[in-house]
């Protein structure tokens, strides 16, 4: 079965420190690589995706992923967290003509 | 541009009743996805629609939930009679692009459903 893997329930950063949000896959091909993050009463948001190229990919508000392929992981980073990232970080796959594939979240808090 | 819209926010019902979700996708979007979130769980695909057909309803639980698109605008998702296992969030999302490629798509706040 199709599946993706958010290790962490729960991250806890401090301001100003890197953050790391890790997602792992397991489907079949090459899937395209997608992260959302939900903040409280809003619907998810789209921050980045990886489709082909540089496994280094730059998304919205400062944060990056890193697609790893031998790994098949796509952990979600950004060099200094501020308070106001703090959200519920979603990472999806999506097999090549099929649909999403849902992790199951995690919330990270950015603590001042 | 208006985004993706649910309505209610959030539903409380007893066991056995009937509610009704609504979705109203970006204008414009023919692809419009219902999801749901089970508490803590990941968000699970229910079902798809190109305009006013269902694409794929390979993620839709059971007999008691019933998807509908007339006229390819809003969606309406209905659950009859309700049990508890269906409290969870449910999500919207609409895209214009191809399904099944890299474009991404578009959620809703999502509805809240308490079955109680």
């Known amino acids: 079965a199709q599946s993706v893997a958010q290790p962490e329930d729960q991250v806890n950063v401090a301001e100003g420190n890197p953050l790391t949000v890790k997602c792992t896959y397991s489907?079949?091909?090459?899937?395209?690589l997608f992260w959302y993050v939900q903040y409280p009463n809003r619907g998810l948001q789209f921050l980045l995706k990886?489709?082909?190229?540089?496994?280094l990919v730059k998304g919205s508000y400062g944060f990056e992923a890193e697609f790893n392929k031998s790994q098949t992981s796509f952990h979600l980073k950004k060099p200094s967290a501020l308070v106001s990232d703090s959200a519920l970080y979603f990472c999806?796959?999506?097999?090549?003509?099929?649909?999403?594939?849902f992790g199951p979240g995690t919330r990270l808090s950015v603590l001042p | 541009e208006a985004g993706v819209t649910q309505f209610p926010s959030h539903s409380v019902i007893e066991k056995g009743q009937t509610v009704t979700l609504r979705c109203d996708p970006i204008s414009g979007h023919d692809n419009l996805y219902w999801y749901r979130r089970v508490m803590g769980k990941e968000i699970k695909f229910l079902l798809h629609?190109?305009?006013?057909?269902?694409?794929?309803e390979s993620g839709m639980p059971n007999n008691r939930f019933l998807a509908e698109r007339t006229g390819g605008t809003y969606s309406t998702l209905k659950v009859q009679p309700a049990e508890l296992e269906d409290s969870g969030v449910y999500f919207c999302?609409?895209?214009?692009?191809?399904?099944?490629?890299?474009?991404?798509?578009?959620f809703g706040p999502g509805t809240r459903l308490t079955v109680t």
């Open positions: 489907v079949s091909g090459n899937p395209y």
């Open positions: 999806a796959v999506r097999p090549r003509g099929q649909n999403f594939v």
């Open positions: 990886y489709i082909t190229g540089d496994n």
């Open positions: 999302a609409s895209s214009q692009v191809k399904a099944g490629g890299a474009g991404e798509q578009y």
């Open positions: 629609f190109v305009k006013e057909s269902k694409q794929d």
